[in-house]
């Protein structure tokens, strides 16, 4: 529900940024930053939650699961200390290598 909502938001904030900008030219920043906001939300919703588990060595799975309120699926956390990065898993898939 929170995602649908900073979507809504993001979409309303882009619109008024065009018709500001419509209306007076100069207000051009303020639609380039609604665009780095929409495009910063379509890269979270397609590409930064996979679903895959993740490859390479030094994965370890955390102790954080849920429930994916989109496929209902339980999703467990793996962590690799070496660089930061966290990936969100399904329980179904198979762990990283």
């Known amino acids: 529900m929170l995602r649908e909502a900073i979507q809504v938001c993001t979409g309303l904030f882009l619109v008024a940024a065009a018709v500001l900008t419509a209306l007076q030219p100069l207000a051009w920043p303020f639609l380039a930053v609604a ?11 397609t ?29 467990t956390v793996w962590f690799n200390p070496a660089t930061g ?5 399904e329980q179904g898939a198979s762990p990283p290598a």
Do not use: H, I, N, Q
């Open 35 to 45: 665009a780095l906001f929409a495009v910063g939300v379509f890269y979270e919703r």
């Open 47 to 75: 590409f930064y939650r996979g679903a895959a588990a993740p490859s390479g060595g030094g994965w370890r799975p955390t102790a954080e699961r849920f429930r994916d309120e989109e496929s209902g699926e339980m999703v």
């Open 85 to 89: 990065e966290r990936r969100y898993v």
